[in-house]
């Protein structure tokens, strides 16, 4: 189950339940592969709806080496994951907005 205190989302992929958080380093690695000047930038697309599925699919994978898990991108090229693309981006979106929000303004998951 994930804690939404510390930042953690969970996502259904392949049928399995995984944790997904944006560590520091996580978040270093996501900056480098996305080739975005700051993550900032990042937050600002998502904000505007202007996300790629480049940018979902870094999330995804940043939160889940950030939970522990020790793939890469390429690993998740046919996996399924619950709500499709659609899924993936809530939950990109919802783990950006985790890793930077106060503790105070975390809400049940």
Known sequence: MANPWTGEVALDIDGERRVLKLTLGALAELEAELETGTLVE???RFES???STRDVLGLIVAGLRGGGWQGGASDLVSADIAGG????ARAAAELLAR???LPAEAGPE
Do not use: N, Q
């Not at 693309?85 to 993936?88: E, F």
């Open 49 to 51: 709806g202007a996300f």
């Open 42 to 44: 990042l937050v600002e």
């Open 99 to 101: 890793a930077f929000m």
């Open 85 to 88: 693309p659609v899924g993936a």
